[in-house]
């Protein structure tokens, strides 16, 4: 199958998805969040896309890879499966100024610049994982490996640590599973969402554990996926001599057999730059 719009009107048919377009612009009903007024678009010259609902976009690539994960189909762009991981190409230019513009996303940047994010790189996550902000917040929508919608936590934009809605359920799931490439074998384990955002913009397959509860439940549930062999601990420095990631390892061997470390002299992965991230896991790819 070829060409966006064809594509758009094909899962729009079969799932009833309510495809409207004006002009280059389509916008549906957005599969991956419970949506009710097509908060999904599609820029068809571009083939860039965002739902303003959820918050998810990227490249058509990737919305492709998520409707395959969703639905369960195989479809192909101009006959090629696509998928990237740390896509490094430019975000378009008229969508950074749009969100820009936008005070929910806008407000975020200066707390970005401020943890050693650069300008691309804080327009690559908050369209990437749908982060935003709400007041003195920032929010972290959550998709499963399916790309199913299973809740939000936040963090205080002055303050350390995370806490989680009251419906969410952190520990079953990791941060990040709806990014997660099933063309690579192997996926690294960090602690916290900042830690995930700078090892996958260094281009791994990476995963936030979020806490530490529930080792055993989230690794059977990534070896359920039958794609990941090996698992690297790649955590913040002040963690390795706590008991509880002894259980990291014990799970992480039974379920997968290979497991690896990587020990940070000081500070946490987030703390590091993208250079020296790969770096750092270079022996391990």
């Known amino acids: 199958m070829e060409g966006i719009e064809s594509i758009i009107r094909y899962f729009s048919n079969k799932y009833d998805l309510r495809v409207k377009i004006s002009g280059r612009e389509f916008s549906l009903l957005c599969p ?4 009710t007024k097509n908060s999904l678009f599609v820029n068809s010259e571009n083939g860039l896309w965002h739902c303003f609902g959820c918050g998810l976009g990227g490249n058509f690539s990737r919305l492709v890879s998520f409707l395959n994960k969703k639905f369960g ?3 192909s762009l ?3 499966k696509f998928f990237y991981i740390g896509d490094d190409s430019k975000v378009n230019n008229k969508w950074k100024t749009k969100v820009s513009d936008n005070e929910v996303f806008g407000s975020l940047i200066s707390y ?3 943890r050693n994010f650069s300008d691309d790189d804080y327009y690559k996550i908050i369209n990437y994982f749908g982060v935003w902000s709400s007041r003195d917040r920032i929010v972290f929508p959550v998709w499963d490996f399916d790309v199913s919608y299973v809740g939000k936590f936040y963090r205080l934009l002055n303050e350390k640590g995370y806490f989680f809605e009251k419906n969410f359920l952190a520990s079953k799931f990791f941060y990040g599973e709806w990014l997660l490439s099933r063309d690579s074998d192997m996926v690294v384990l960090v602690e ?3 830690d995930l955002f700078r090892v996958y913009l260094a281009g791994f397959n990476c995963l936030a554990s979020l806490n530490f509860s529930k080792a055993s439940l989230k690794l059977a549930r990534l070896s359920k996926l039958g794609c990941i062999k090996r698992i690297v601990l790649f955590f913040d420095s002040d963690i390795w001599d706590k008991p509880v990631v002894d259980k990291w390892r014990y799970y992480g061997d039974k379920f997968f ?4 470390e990587v020990h940070l002299e000081s500070g ?3 703390d590091y730059s993208v250079e020296d991230i790969k770096g750092f896991l270079s022996d391990v790819k």
């Open 32 to 35: 991956f969040h419970l949506d």
């Open 112 to 114: 970005f610049l401020s």
């Open 268 to 270: 946490d992965p987030a």
């Open 78 to 80: 101009n006959g090629q």
């Open 192 to 194: 916290g969402a900042f």
């Open 257 to 260: 057999g290979d497991v690896r």
């Open 73 to 75: 189909e195989n479809v």
